[in-house]
């Protein structure tokens, strides 16, 4: 931690003030807000002044950053778990190991857990299903969940507590896998989360409590203050968990709450609308999740035109989950008829001109994921053709569109890492190096304001219950990178430091 000082002085830093990038001689931070001279002015003297003076080059001062898009409970879940994505390579022999090491480590849990298997799992180690789990650990409930969150894969014991039998029917949304030789479940679910949800033995509450807590934590020490649950089976239950936690922990974060769809009544009747603030939580928007599990939309036309003029009726604007461009489509020939403002897409990952198009006509925003650039590119340069890879993440495009667009990380799916985002929003490359259609890169103040004003703006509807920081203070961030040189070989790495505690 930091001196206990009045403030700091910055001696020649670069400033990023939520809306463009300035250099200065001189630069006092400190708890009522700033001083700032320009560079013809004698630098701050610290004189009479309970501060340090510190050099500044090679620095930038930024606001604290907004991830829109985060799963908190799964985050904390996924801290409780057992981790495997860092297992680079998977055989039969190296997941069975994991497994056991997991069932150890979790022997006093409800249930073995592990998380982050690769997400395009079925084509990289397709041996891993229930045949296998029943092998390594037949007698405890076991479930592994993939990094992108839409798939789990469950043994015997777990599928008989869900009670998932042979000819369980697969509820809408819902696909099971089964096996080609004879068509029995194989143990792999997509689009299985709210179905699993309550049929499975949950986390104890204490646990679940600690591994909030720690997500909080983590997150807050990567520069983020405002965050966004948008998890498709947000309720009250939910709402009062989270407001448990984050209201009695000391740190300075705001976390904007998205009701479900189907449970937005029961917000309305809580006396809890659209916007209002309880503590350190916000009600945001509606949350609707739009899916295409085995080759067909979920929810249909129908259902899914309902849900967007329930939320509207209810004075909540809608917040959608799309990932391909059928689902885009359907999302725009609705909204055109029946639109709020605040509406948005979260993810929006493939889209065609004349979507963008017909997005900026409404004033549709978008919350997106640069991130994914970085860690899924190779995969997609791999496995998509040169005509789909034009068609991931257009940022730039978006941008030039008008639409508002902001960065978030859809935690766990990848973990909250705002450098790693502006530096993948800037450069386009991937984990090994290769870039992902470079056209779509944009400049580092634009990667800046996507985590900042414009992560404000998609939030709040421009409501004006969070405000864009108009002066940095001393929760402010110090980047040990400068940010406006446009070089982007030191952003992976740079240290993010509060203000207050830089030393």
């Known amino acids: ?13 670069t400033v990023f003030d939520g809306v463009e990038f300035s250099s200065v001689s001189s630069i006092l931070v400190n708890r009522d807000g700033s001083i700032k001279l320009d560079s013809r002015a004698a630098p701050i003297s610290n004189t009479g002044l309970k501060a340090k003076t ?40 190296h997941i069975a190991d994991l497994i056991k090491k997991a069932a150890t480590i979790q022997r006093n849990s409800n249930m073995v857990r592990l998380q982050g298997l690769e997400h395009n799992f079925q084509e990289g180690v397709s041996f891993v299903d229930r045949t296998l789990l029943d092998e390594v650990l037949p007698d405890r409930p076991l479930i592994i969940q993939t990094t992108s969150g839409h798939a789990h894969i ?32 194989n143990g792999v679910i997509y689009e299985s989360g709210g179905y699993l949800d309550g049929k499975l033995p949950s986390l104890e509450a204490s646990s679940m409590k600690n591994g909030i807590i720690s997500a909080l934590t983590l997150i807050h020490s990567r520069g983020i203050n ?8 947000n309720d009250i239950s939910r709402y009062e968990l989270i407001s448990k936690v984050i209201n009695g922990i000391s740190l300075n974060m705001h976390l904007i709450f998205m009701p479900a769809v189907t449970s937005l009544r029961d917000f309305v009747n809580a006396e ?17 999740m739009v899916t295409n599990s085995g080759g067909e939309l979920h929810p249909g036309r129908k259902e899914f035109q309902e849900m967007v003029r329930e939320s509207h009726c209810q004075g909540f604007p809608v917040a959608i989950h799309s990932v391909d461009m059928g689902s885009i489509d359907m999302i725009l020939e609705v909204l055109k ?3 709020l403002p605040g509406d948005r897409i979260e993810h929006a990952s493939e889209l065609r001109d004349d979507q963008i198009v017909k997005m900026a006509s409404l004033g549709i925003s978008v919350s997106t994921q640069p991130s994914f650039i970085y860690e899924r590119g190779d995969t997609y340069l791999s496995s998509q053709p040169a005509s789909e890879i034009d068609s991931l993440y257009r940022i730039n495009s978006l941008r030039k569109a008008g ?43 634009d990667s800046l304001k996507m985590l900042t004003t414009d992560s404000i703006t998609i939030s709040t509807s421009g409501d004006g219950l969070l405000q864009a920081p108009k002066t940095l203070d ?9 940010l406006a040189s446009g070089e982007a070989d030191n952003i992976l790495g740079a240290k993010i430091v509060r203000v207050k505690d830089f030393n």
């Open 1 to 13: 931690m930091g001196e206990d000082l009045d403030g700091r002085i910055f001696l020649n830093p």
């Open 54 to 93: 510190f050099d500044g080059r090679g620095l930038t001062l930024v606001p604290p950053f907004h991830d829109t898009h985060i799963h908190l409970l799964s985050y904390a879940a996924n801290i409780l778990s057992y981790d495997i994505r860092s297992e680079a390579v998977l055989s039969k022999e």
């Open 154 to 185: 469950l043994n015997s014991v777990a599928l008989s507590l869900a009670g998932i039998k042979e000819w369980t029917e697969e509820p809408p949304g819902v696909t099971f896998e089964r096996t080609l030789s004879d068509g029995k479940l």
């Open 226 to 233: 405002y965050l966004t649950d948008a998890t498709h089976l």
């Open 272 to 288: 809890l609308p659209y916007r209002s603030t309880e503590g350190k939580m916000i009600v945001g928007h509606s949350k609707i």
């Open 337 to 339: 008829n029946d639109y």
């Open 403 to 445: 639409i508002t667009v902001s960065a978030s990380s859809d935690s766990p799916v990848t973990y909250p890492d705002p450098m790693k985002a502006i530096y993948s929003a800037m450069t386009r490359k991937t984990k090994s190096g290769n870039v992902l259609n470079s056209k779509e890169a944009i400049s580092a103040l």
């Open 474 to 482: 001393e929760d402010s961030l110090v980047l040990d990178t400068d």
